[in-house]
């Protein structure tokens, strides 16, 4: 039943979650073959980079689509991402506090995320807790 407040969707690297300049193919443009037996289609309340991949949550209904949000914005779903690294971080386990923002990449004019220099507010303070877990060095 349509009951439930969200689907998990397993995005695969290479598809953007929204469109935009240039971007014809996107998960938000996807989102009304997901309805199954629902009034609405799925809503998005919250993005992965389009190279990146992973699981996607997506809102049922407007109401989910609001709860979910306040659940992301208090922090109250944690996110967990893996990277595969050429080297092991040293400690190798930590914490980065460092405030990132949107900026513009000069090899091609794209857009990514970056050590802005400034001090951290709220709205640009990304903690990052990590842990090597294997290492073949």
Known sequence: N?????????????????????????VDGLL??????????????HRL??????VLLLARNRGAAVR?????????????YWAYL????????GRIVMPLAKTIRP????????????PATPSTRAVTLYETVSSLT
């Open 49 to 54: 980079d389009a190279g990146t991949s992973g």
């Open 107 to 118: 090899a091609d004019g794209g857009y990514m995320m970056a050590d802005t220099g400034a």
């Open 68 to 80: 979910l949000t306040q659940l992301f914005a208090s922090a109250s779903i944690d996110k967990l």
């Open 2 to 26: 349509a009951e439930y407040m969200g689907i998990a969707w397993n995005k695969p690297p290479g598809l953007a979650t929204q469109g935009g300049k240039g971007i014809e193919r996107h």
């Open 32 to 45: 009304g073959e997901l309805r199954f037996e629902a009034r609405e289609r799925p809503r998005l309340v």
């Open 86 to 93: 050429t080297r092991a971080p040293k400690p190798s386990r």
